[in-house]
Structures are given as structure tokens and as C-alpha cells.
């Protein structure tokens, strides 16, 4: 019955706990990605098991409801602009090219037709190692997309409390 078979939203135990009992194997795992929340160790497990790694939010997510106005934005970031001037790209284009030459898959949302095309365009020039380690170094393990509640005053994640809940392991 099945021919493919797609993760979301796992960490690295659920991914072996699914590749130990898999007749089909899984072939991706989308995920939260991008400079504030760079995955390497996950990536790396997933590229090592023959999983391709998809990247939702691969821009931030800098315009959900939920947003909180303190939080930083990734296209805002001056390492982004100032590679952005530097190639003449935007800073969308620095961001998908990062996951490009990292080997993963990206699906930034957009509408707007001149954005669509513009996302494609990040074939043709090649960030540095260099450079790479710079957007590698903004990691701050920032996770946009996590339903947050506020508890005595501090905001805490949702399902945290949930025994499957992924994001309470390292990776």
C-alpha cells in the first residue's frame, strides 16, 4: 500500500525508531530550518541514513500572527545583507542558496510571482566556505514555528509535556 513514505517534525530517536521497523524506508524529513536554527546534527543523521532533509520556514517565518515584535528577523540580519549586497542577491536568495549548498531541499512560502521566480534563481553563484560558517554562526536554536503559551509569565512550548513531543531532545 504504500510507496513513500515522508517524516515531519522527528528528531533523531524517532527517525531510528521508524528506520528499525520501516518495510518502506522514509525518503525526507521536512523540518524548521534555517540560519537562527541551522539542524547540522540532524541533517547530518538524516543525510547518513539516505534521507533527504526539506526545510520549511527556510526565511524565518517573520510574518505569522503569533510573531513576538522582539524576536529577530532573519532577513534583517546584517551577515544576510551585507552577503546580499555583496552577491547582488537578495537576502532570501543568500538564504536558499545556504540550504542549497548544504544539500537541502527548500519550500519558502510565496504568492507573489516576482518572489516565486526570484527564489529560483540562486543557481548561479556560490557562497564561500567561509561565508557559510558566518551564516552557520548565527545559530541560535530559534524555533519560529512552536505554538507557544504563556505560563506565570513566561512563554513555554504547547506540547512540550507530550511524551512524543520531538523538540525536547537535541537533535
Same mark, same amino acid.
Given at each position: ?7 515531519? $517534525?522527528? $528528531? ?5 525508531? =521508524? ?8 525518503? @525526507?524529513? *521536512? @523540518? ?5 536554527? =541551522?539542524? %547540522? +546534527? ?7 541514513? &539516505?534521507?533527504? @532533509?526539506?526545510?520549511?520556514? #527556510? ?8 510573531? /513576538?515584535?522582539? +524576536? ?15 552577491? &547582488?542577491?537578495? #537576502? ?8 542549497? *549548498?548544504?544539500? =537541502? ?13 526570484? %527564489?529560483? *534563481?540562486?543557481? /548561479?553563484?556560490?557562497?564561500?566556505? +567561509?561565508?557559510?560558517?558566518?551564516? /552557520?554562526?548565527? $545559530?541560535? %536554536?530559534?524555533?519560529?514555528? =512552536? ?9 513555554? #512550548?504547547?506540547?512540550? &509535556?507530550?511524551?512524543?513531543? #520531538?523538540? %525536547?531532545?537535541?537533535?
Amino acid at each position: 500500500l504504500v510507496r513513500a513514505l515522508g517524516l515531519s $517534525n522527528f $528528531n533523531r530517536r524517532q527517525i531510528d525508531d =521508524v528506520l528499525s521497523v520501516a518495510s518502506v524506508r522514509p525518503a @525526507v524529513l *521536512q @523540518v524548521e530550518c534555517h540560519p537562527y536554527l =541551522v539542524q %547540522n +546534527e540532524l541533517i547530518a543523521h538524516c543525510q547518513a541514513h &539516505g534521507l533527504e @532533509v526539506t526545510a520549511y520556514s #527556510p526565511l524565518g517565518s517573520f510574518d505569522r500572527a503569533w510573531r /513576538d515584535p522582539d +524576536e529577530p528577523v532573519l532577513l534583517e540580519e546584517p551577515v544576510v545583507l551585507a552577503l546580499a549586497e555583496k552577491y &547582488g542577491r537578495s #537576502p532570501a536568495q543568500i538564504l536558499l542558496r545556504w540550504q542549497v *549548498q548544504r544539500k =537541502v531541499i527548500c519550500i519558502p512560502k510565496s504568492v507573489t510571482p516576482s518572489r516565486i521566480l526570484q %527564489n529560483i *534563481q540562486v543557481f /548561479d553563484f556560490t557562497i564561500s566556505p +567561509e561565508e557559510m560558517k558566518q551564516l /552557520d554562526a548565527l $545559530n541560535k %536554536n530559534l524555533r519560529y514555528i =512552536v505554538p507557544l503559551l504563556k505560563v506565570d509569565g513566561r512563554k513555554i #512550548p504547547r506540547d512540550a &509535556g507530550h511524551p512524543l513531543y #520531538p523538540f %525536547n531532545d537535541p537533535y
